[in-house]
Each structure stands twice: as C-alpha cells, then as structure tokens.
T-cell receptor, first 117, second 116 residues
Framework: GAVVSQHPSWVICKSGTSVKIECRSL??????MFWYRQFPKQSLMLMAT?????????EQGVEKDKFLINHASLTLSTLTVTSAHPEDSSFYIC?????????????FGNGTRLTVT | DQQVKQNSPSLSVQEGRISILNCDYT??????FLWYKKYPAEGPTFLIS?????DKNEDGRFTVFLNKSAKHLSLHIVPSQPGDSAVYFC???????????????FGQGTILTVHP
C-alpha cells in the first residue's frame, strides 16, 4: 500500500537554530501534502497545506515565516522550523493524498519528535 | 472551538467484547469522516471511513455508524483484541474528494485498552 516516509523521526536542537523535516511519498505521487502538529495529550492540528509547485497555505495562527514549507516535487515536501524555540517542541506529522483519487484515505508519516533546548 | 469532539478520553474493555468509540461534530459542512488508530510516537493509521451519504460502513471487525441528524458517529470493534489497544481519533473533512479533502479536523482521541 501507499507509504509516507518522514525523516528524521526525532531531533533535538538548540534554541535559535533551524530544523528541516522531510516528508516523502514512497510509491505514489502526491500533489498535496499536509503538515500537522500534536502537542502532548492534545489532538492533531493542521498547520498548513503543501502544494507541489506553488506556495503553501497556512492555517490561521501558524506563522508562515517560521514554518517554511517547500514542495519541490511530487514526492517530497519539507518543513523547516526556523529559529526554533522551546515552545516549538512538538510532534510534527505529515500526510499525503494521492492525485485524483476521490475519498482515498490520507496516508500519514510516522512523525518527527522535535525537542528544542 | 472544538468542531470534532471525543468526550471519552479513555475506554477499557475485555477481550472478545465490543468496543464502542463515540465522536460528535458541530460543523454541518463536514461530509466525510474517518477513524485513525495511533500508537505513541507514530503517525496515525487509517482504519475506516464513511461518507455522509451513508449511515454505516463495515470492514471486518470495524464498523462505523453515522447519524447525520445528531451529528454523531461511532466506531464499533467486535470482537475486541488486546492488539487494538491504542489511541483512536475520529476526523472529519468537508468537500470530500475536492481540494479541501485532507484538511482533517481531529477529535481529541480516546485511549482504548483491551484487557486479555
């Protein structure tokens, strides 16, 4: 079945540095990918929609200059957390939908645990 | 404003019995609903979905029921197995199949524990 690979699975960084998270669709093309964030004991919250070849669209309250999204190909989207702060520590998960498939389930990556010290 | 609510944070059942997980929503624009299973430090795994034109969808041990008038859906697992122990999220999206599909709104999750 369709697989979404996310890398790294966990990362620890110092405050003020930037971290890049990759999301790849392994056996299908994904024109659209979605980035979610989950804080401890809370639900997954959609951060942004990543569109291949165009700018990402961000949900209300998500800083686009802080969370840079690049979707340069049909199989890869990246999320860069710039100038990370401890409050950015969270579990980041990407998901992807296959192109032109109605009602197909979203496939999720295994997530990236970010800890900012 | 929590548009998708799972009011039971946890559920404990005996192996072999039925597990019923509930979910309520408030947004009338939602027309496609999904259930995901999630283990700690992993991404959600798709279980089953239902379109608003249906009131029931069954896949093996998993059945999802949708009551549109009550804006309520439930996931039934029968028989429950210890391997089913996980966090279960319901999610909803408007405009199924359209450009909005994939913009899921998740509930808070219910921790299911199935005892041997």
């Amino acid at each position: 079945g369709a697989v979404v690979s996310q890398h790294p699975s966990w990362v620890i960084c110092k405050s003020g540095t930037s971290v890049k998270i990759e999301c790849r669709s392994l056996d299908f093309q994904a024109t659209t990918m979605f980035w979610y964030r989950q804080f401890p004991k809370q639900s997954l919250m959609l951060m942004a929609t990543s569109n291949e070849g165009s700018k990402a669209t961000y949900e209300q309250g998500v800083e686009k200059d802080k969370f840079l999204i690049n979707h340069a190909s049909l199989t890869l989207s990246t999320l860069t957390v710039t100038s990370a702060h401890p409050e950015d520590s969270s579990f980041y998960i990407c998901s992807a939908r296959t192109t032109g498939t109605r009602n197909s389930p979203l496939h999720f990556g295994n997530g990236t645990r970010l800890t900012v010290t | 404003d929590q548009q998708v609510k799972q009011n039971s944070p946890s559920l404990s059942v005996q192996e072999g019995r039925i597990s019923i997980l509930n979910c309520d929503y408030t947004n009338s624009m939602f027309d496609y609903f999904l259930w995901y299973k999630k283990y700690p430090a992993e991404g959600p795994t798709f279980l089953i979905s239902i379109s608003s034109i249906k009131d029931k969808n069954e896949d093996g041990r998993f059945t999802v029921f949708l009551n549109k008038s009550a804006k309520h859906l439930s996931l039934h697992i029968v028989p429950s197995q210890p391997g089913d122990s996980a966090v279960y999220f319901c999610a909803a999206t408007p405009n199924a199949g359209g450009t909005s599909y994939g913009k899921l709104t998740f509930g808070q999750g219910t921790i299911l524990t199935v005892h041997p």
